[in-house]
């Protein structure tokens, strides 16, 4: 990842993209205590090697959600400066600009999904999303953050 002050908005929002879809994989990790990770969800951290099969297992578990612990902060932190980023391009461009970014983005919705969360055409949903794309890239990550005008 590249530091947020210093990235194009499509590469900022691609970060936030796996960010986010990181913190919901790392929250299934350690509301199901490191279930999840056992059957392939992620997150999970090598456990000591234990004679006891239940043992073993309730040992991969504890580090799963140990690993998905330590790793949620920073993809919480990066989703919420992709938020201020879009908050920032709703208060300059409106709210249409900022919301295609934040379903696209942040929920992880597919461009027909987004159309149809709108109630526009896709074609509408990709212009509103270039020109929010613009507007970061003119202004940078940190003037976008406070709506600053181009």
Not at 29 to 48: F, P, Q, W
Not at 58 to 84: F, S, T
Not at 124 to 144: E, P
């Amino acid at each position: 990842m590249v530091r947020v002050s210093e990235a194009p908005a499509a590469e900022f929002f691609a970060d936030v993209s796996r960010a986010a879809a990181e913190v919901g994989r790392l929250w299934a990790v350690i509301e199901s205590g490191g279930e999840s990770a056992l059957s392939g969800g992620g997150g999970g951290g090598a456990a000591k090697a234990v004679s006891d099969p239940t043992a073993g297992k309730a040992c991969a578990m504890l580090a799963a959600v140990e690993a998905a612990r330590e790793r949620l902060p920073a993809a919480e932190a990066l989703v919420g400066e992709g938020l201020a980023v879009i908050a920032g391009v709703k208060g300059r461009l409106g709210q249409a600009y900022g919301a295609v970014l934040e379903l696209r983005y942040v929920d992880g919705l597919t461009w027909e999904d987004v159309a149809s969360e709108m109630g526009a055409a896709r074609a509408t949903c990709f212009r509103w999303h270039g020109v929010a794309l613009d507007y970061v890239d003119s202004v940078g990550l940190d003037r976008a953050r406070q709506g600053a005008a181009p």
